[in-house]
């Protein structure tokens, strides 16, 4: 995932900061304890594609 990309995309629901897991490939906003999807080098920044983060889930 390109730096650049990562430094302006913001959490579609809460405007705050995404952390990226690569092994994952979600981009995971930690204020809304919601992951979302990269598919083929895309970020899916839709709320209905989000998934909600386990409470084990460690960011």
């Known amino acids: 995932m390109d730096q650049k990309l990562l430094d302006i995309l913001a959490c579609p629901i809460c405007k705050g900061e995404l952390q990226y897991n690569k092994q994952a490939q979600e981009l995971i906003c930690k204020g809304d ?4 999807p ?3 080098g895309i970020p899916v920044m839709l709320e209905d594609e989000a998934r909600q983060l386990e409470a084990s ?3």
């Open 38 to 40: 990269i598919r083929d």
């Open 33 to 36: 304890r919601v992951a979302f």
């Open 57 to 59: 889930e460690e960011v």
